[in-house]
């Protein structure tokens, strides 16, 4: 018995920037992108919000709205009632609102009038950390004695989306030519049959060197000064507390995306082999028994490397960044959808998803299709 995957779904905005046109804003070449990430295009949201982007998603994951042409977007046993989704966990760090979250908001556009929604932050490894909080809910609350007086959940809907193009620097040609936006969706159920989720692993390492920042709204404009009075026009001295109890400098807080690329990758190329390890670990599986590793779509290279150092074929992971870039917490479950639409997953197949991102997160799950 288990969490299982039964919907799948991707949304990516209409317009498509190539690497070229890049070179209209950053000193940058299409060449350049292409050898250091595998990168030739990505999509930008200029009329599509984040809300929008996820209710695509999770409608074609719940079989509730038809597949683009291109047949790669969508895959779905059967279409699910909408009033039976009993959780809605929405993994993103640019969601439209603060309040409502985007999970709420995607409870109501969609009608899921049974669910409880919440919204988690997790940057990049926030459809992992998604899955596997459901994976947990479901599981306790199915572990239940008939008659408890908990509520009961026994399918969710996680979504992944991200805009990071409206908390992009793009006059920073380190980080710019790397994003992209979207969303991605599943639908998953507690199976008394079935394995599902065999095995998870999520941690959080501490990032000392401020590797991967962007301030939030918060950062500023408290009208107060510490003794209580009112600060009018003057500058904010909460500001320079908040970065010192951030041990931020104060450079690194502005409300774009800062990465120091190459720590970032050094992170990240460990955390995806230690993710691997740990799931194979815990589940008593070999790498083996895995008929695809389905990894965060940052970089083609952090893969490669990966694959090298746990001496594995290319063949053996899904590489799917190309058109999207890196979508942030959309990365996984648009890989995810583009697999199994495509026939890449088939029932039965044991697939280990594993991401990482700020933070520093990083997570693994371990399921059987
Ligand atoms: O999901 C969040 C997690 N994020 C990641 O996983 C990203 C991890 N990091 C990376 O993927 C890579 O570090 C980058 C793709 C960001 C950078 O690749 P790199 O091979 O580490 O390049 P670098 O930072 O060592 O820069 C090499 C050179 C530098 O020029 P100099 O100092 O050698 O003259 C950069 O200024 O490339 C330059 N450069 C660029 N040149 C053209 C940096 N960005 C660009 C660019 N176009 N866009």
Redesign the pocket.
Known sequence: MGTRLVGLGKALPKLEIENDALQAL????DE??FQ??GIRSRHVAVSESTLELACDAAALALGSAASASDGESAWCEEPIDPASIDLVICATLSADTLIPSAAASIKRVLGLENAVAFDLNA??SGFIYGLSVADSMLAASCALPEGAAKQTMRRALVVGVDRLSRILDWQD???C??FGDGAGAAVVEWDAEAPGIIATCLKTIDDTKNT?TCASIFASNTPFDEQGKLLGDAEDPSYATLCESLEVEPELMKSTVH?A??S??RF?SRALCSGIEAVLEQSGLTIDDIALIVP?Q??E??IRYAAKRLDLDMDRFLVSLAHTG?T?AASVPIALAEAYASGKIKKGDKIIAVA???GLTYGALLFEA
Not at 26 to 29: A, I
């Open positions: 950053v000193d940058t070449n350049w992108i250091r990430t940057a990049c040609r380190s980080t030519v790397l991967l990465m690329g190459q970032v990758f990240a965060h940052a970089n290279r952090i890196n942030s990482f991102g700020a």
